[in-house]
């Protein structure tokens, strides 16, 4: 009995680990082109700076260093898209690490996420470049100096302006003409005090839920579904 539990605590414990290392989608260590100037994994800015950096790198060696000045709603935009956001449905929201260097003292500071698609499925209007923009946002201004692990931002419902109302599996799909098929860009934005600037640095970006994760946790529960099973069978 001791050694059954053992080695199922064993076995869980290889399976978190291992789900720990499923690589980042986006962690920014390669200037790759996108639609604008070249930049971290082809993130361009829209009214901000965006560059490479080492503060904040939890993955790897990089980080993506968001620098916005004076503005107040601008965006980090890249057009390189994983195949982990562009195999609907599944994608609940995405996952980074933020770094901050001080705290952002004035009245907001707000992250989100606006994903790009096209709709090209058959009886569908053929359009590109569809913005979705998702109500959740991330909360920075106040947030204490340092590196939060793990911070999320989920996909529902969309302020639109394509199909407000609905999640990123209800817009993203096969199935419906209108579904957007394709996803063409995927970007930060920042809504903030207009006079007032901020800086951030993130990396280790995962769209979730993540395919290799679940598929480990699983096995996991298999695992200990089979030692359960024998237990019970003496």
Do not use: W
Not at 58 to 80: C, H, N, W
Not at 88 to 108: A, E
Not at 149 to 174: A, C, D
């Amino acid at each position: 009995m001791r050694k059954s539990l053992v080695c199922i605590a064993t076995m869980v414990a290889i399976v978190y680990s291992a789900a720990t290392v499923v690589a980042a989608d986006y962690s920014f260590e390669v200037i790759a082109p996108g639609g604008g100037p070249p930049g971290p994994d082809g993130f361009f800015g829209l009214g901000a700076t965006v560059t490479q950096d080492t503060i904040g790198a939890t993955d790897l060696l990089s980080s993506m260093k968001y620098d916005v000045g004076v503005g107040g709603f601008v965006g980090a935009r890249t057009e390189i898209v994983p195949p982990t956001l562009n195999n609907p449905p599944g994608v609940t929201g995405v996952m980074f690490d933020l770094t901050l260097t001080q705290v952002y003292t004035d009245t907001f500071a707000n992250m989100g996420v606006t994903v790009f698609g096209h709709a090209i499925n058959p009886g569908g209007p053929g359009t590109f470049g569809n913005q979705v923009q998702f109500l959740n946002e991330y909360a920075i201004a106040g947030k204490a100096a340092g590196t939060h692990l793990n911070q999320l931002l989920t996909f529902g419902p969309s302020v639109g302006p394509y199909r407000p109302g609905e999640t990123f599996n209800q817009i993203f799909g096969p199935v419906d003409p209108t579904d957007l098929t394709v996803a063409s860009a995927f970007q930060f934005y920042i809504n903030k005090n207009v006079l007032t600037p901020i800086t951030i640095y993130i990396d280790n970006v995962r769209f979730v839920p993540e395919p290799a994760t679940l598929g480990l946790v699983c096995m996991g529960a298999m695992i200990m579904g089979a030692f359960g099973g024998r237990r019970r069978g003496r």
